[in-house]
Antibody, heavy 125, light 107 residues
Framework: EVQLVESGGGLVQPGGSLRLSCAASGFAFLTYSMSWVRQAPGGGLEWLANIKLDGSGTSYLDSVKGRFTISRDNAMNSLYLQMNSLRADDTAVYYC??????????????????WGQGTLVTVSS | DIQMTQSPSSVSGSVGDRVTITCRASLAISSWLAWYQHKPGKAPRLLIFAASSLQSGVPSRFSGSGYGTDFTLTITNLQPEDFATYYCQQAHSFPYTFGQGTKLESK
């Protein structure tokens, strides 16, 4: 059974840092690209960052570029999100999600087929 | 960035009803669109990918259609477990973007 379990959320002051983790099990982690997605209170889903299966490439939402860093450890089946310079508007539930490749129609595109339950990050003084 | 606009923002229905949610992209995204179901405190669930392909394990009462900029999610024979918030998402290009969500409530 595919499982994604996030951890590391909590209360942090503005300007502070936090590192989120996502433990993956039930599938060959090193063969999938992964993403982080968040949901602010009362808001919708917002994609934040993506990392390729071997960690060779990353992409970010402009509003977190330079503050957040996505990484992975395939030996540990783990995904990470290092968050620095946190602001009040970063308060949200953070989800990790597996990206399923779909090759039809060409070219390959990716969809989030499994998600974790999320971890809450609260940025407040 | 590609903007995704869903309508309506909320819709109500009764068990057995047919419900339709629409999603419009700010530019053409071919069929690179997904639909997700999200319940409070739960992980979002992929329902439809590539605009019309049903994810494994998802009941056939869910269906998707559309191409280019206009897409539709249809739920037929509404069931009690279907009351949730639904999001569309474009997979055309980074940054991936979601619609603002449509809350399906019980009438």
């Amino acid at each position: 059974e595919v499982q994604l379990v996030e951890s590391g959320g909590g209360l942090v002051q503005p300007g502070g840092s936090l590192r989120l983790s996502c433990a993956a099990s039930g599938f060959a982690f090193l063969t999938y690209s992964m993403s982080w997605v968040r949901q602010a209170p009362g808001g919708g889903l917002e994609w934040l960052a993506n990392i390729k299966l071997d960690g060779s490439g990353t992409s970010y939402l402009d509003s977190v570029k330079g503050r957040f860093t996505i990484s992975r450890d395939n030996a540990m089946n783990s995904l990470y999100l290092q968050m620095n310079s946190l602001r009040a508007d970063d308060t949200a539930v953070y989800y990790c999600a597996r990206e399923r490749p779909v090759t039809t129609p060409f070219p390959t595109r990716y969809y989030f087929d499994y998600w974790g339950q999320g971890t809450l990050v609260t940025v407040s003084s | 960035d590609i903007q995704m606009t869903q309508s309506p923002s909320s819709v109500s229905g009764s068990v057995g009803d047919r419900v339709t949610i629409t999603c419009r992209a700010s530019l053409a995204i071919s069929s690179w669109l997904a639909w997700y179901q999200h319940k409070p405190g739960k992980a979002p669930r992929l329902l439809i990918f590539a605009a019309s392909s049903l994810q494994s394990g998802v009941p056939s009462r869910f269906s998707g259609s559309g191409y280019g900029t206009d897409f539709t999610l249809t739920i037929t024979n509404l069931q009690p477990e279907d009351f949730a918030t639904y999001y569309c998402q474009q997979a055309h290009s980074f940054p991936y973007t979601f619609g603002q969500g449509t809350k399906l409530e019980s009438k």
